[in-house]
């Protein structure tokens, strides 16, 4: 018998914030939960799990439909929309914030919620990391990506296993000119940062093996204030990596965030902050809305369904990183409304500072 791929699917949204933009109130998680419920008794997908970040809800599903599935995307979109009346009725702050689209048209990609998907023949053992941010953009996943794939310094597995050893492929996506490039690594990792660097227009959006192509790992790349043309809150991306057997090992995926990377995100989509990795029971930015966080659950997948999940940074391993972004907090906090605390200017033009340069603009003279 021929087996059939499947997909797992990690969609998310903020559809109202408990307090601010903190956490998420128990009675929208009860919600996407009943909905997810429903789901799985009605055939439409084979397990989930539902989760959250902050102030924003995670529907993990696995089913049989592909990526880009107009039934599982038009689920997901109804399901924030029933999370986002329950978020009204409590007066959630910003109900409804991701939803940026009047109704559910087709594919839920570039109408607001974070979307990252892949499809897989399951491995007889088939380990799985997902990772959820809040308050901060998908470029995030950048440096973390180039690390497990391409860094030998973090993944000792590029050297000592020679089933890694050919390397991977990462694709860019360059979310202003909207397109793509695929790069071969190691030979072509000076191309590749170049712009990964750049993370506010160049996203990592999926991994590859070179052997076989087969999917390794892929992100969310929609970034709402391109998609609205003005503030909305950050993106707070998904990430999807498979681990072990030829791939990175869990162990190697986790390790680049023991260095908490600076990340744009933070209070009001506009500063610069380190990237802490926290338990779920630590994932409700509080200190400036922030410091940006990430969170991992752990799977591992039978016959589609989700064992799990695992609450990997619920580790003490990682108390020196909390603690060297705390610090790293601190530092940037001090500067206040001065860069690179805050934002350069490009990025700023999607908040509410053209509304302030509008205001002031007759001031201007000629300076000679
Ligand atoms: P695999 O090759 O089975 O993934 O084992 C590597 C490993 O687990 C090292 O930690
Ligand atoms: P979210 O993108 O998580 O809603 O945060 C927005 C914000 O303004 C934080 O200060
Ligand atoms: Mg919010
Ligand atoms: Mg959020």
């Not at 940062?193 to 390794?216: D, H, W």
């Not at 998904?238 to 209070?267: D, K, N, T, Y």
Request: with cysteine; aromatic share 8%; proline share 7%.
């Amino acid at each position: 018998m021929v087996q059939e791929k499947l997909t797992l699917s990690v969609i998310k949204a903020d559809v109202g914030g408990f307090v601010g933009h903190s956490d998420v109130h128990p009675e929208l998680l009860a919600k996407a939960e009943e909905e997810l419920a429903k789901a799985k008794s009605s055939g439409l997908i084979i397990d989930y799990c539902r989760s959250k970040v902050g102030d924003d809800i995670a529907l993990i599903m696995t089913h049989r439909k592909g990526t880009d599935s107009a039934e599982i995307h038009e689920f997901a979109w109804d399901t924030f929309e029933k999370a986002t009346e329950v978020a009204k009725k409590l007066s959630q702050y910003g109900a409804g914030q991701d939803l940026l689209s009047d109704g559910f048209s087709g594919n839920i990609k570039g109408m607001g919620p974070g979307v990252a998907e892949m499809s897989f023949l399951e491995r007889p053992s088939e380990p799985v990391l997902i990772f959820l941010a809040d308050k901060t953009e998908p470029g995030a996943w950048n440096y973390p990506l180039y690390k497990m794939f391409c860094d030998p310094f973090n993944t000792i597995g590029l050297v000592i296993d020679p089933k890694m050893s050919m390397g991977f492929k990462l694709r860019v996506d360059d979310l202003v000119e909207n397109k793509k490039v695929v790069f071969s690594c190691p030979e072509e990792i000076y191309d590749l940062l170049v712009f990964i660097g750049a993370p506010s227009r160049f996203v990592v959006n999926e991994v590859y093996t070179k052997e076989t192509g087969e999917i390794a790992a892929a992100s969310s790349t929609q970034k709402l204030n391109l998609i609205a043309g003005r503030y909305v809150g950050k993106d707070d991306p998904v990430l999807i990596v498979r681990c072990q057997s030829g791939l990175p090992a869990v162990g190697e995926v986790l390790e680049p965030f023991s260095m908490p990377h600076i990340v744009a995100g933070w209070m009001r989509g506009s500063s610069h902050g380190p990237l802490m990795p926290v338990s779920t029971k630590q994932d409700t930015p509080a200190r400036f809305d922030g410091p940006p966080r990430v969170v991992s659950l752990g799977f591992q997948i039978a016959d589609g369904h989700l064992i799990g999940p695992r609450d990997m940074f619920d580790d003490p391993s990682f108390d020196n990183s909390r603690q060297q972004a705390l610090d790293m907090a601190d530092y940037l906090r001090r500067h206040g409304p001065f860069e690179p605390a805050r934002l350069p200017l490009e990025e700023m033009e999607y908040t509410t500072m053209p509304q302030v340069m509008a205001r002031l603009k007759d001031r201007f003279e000629p300076a000679t």
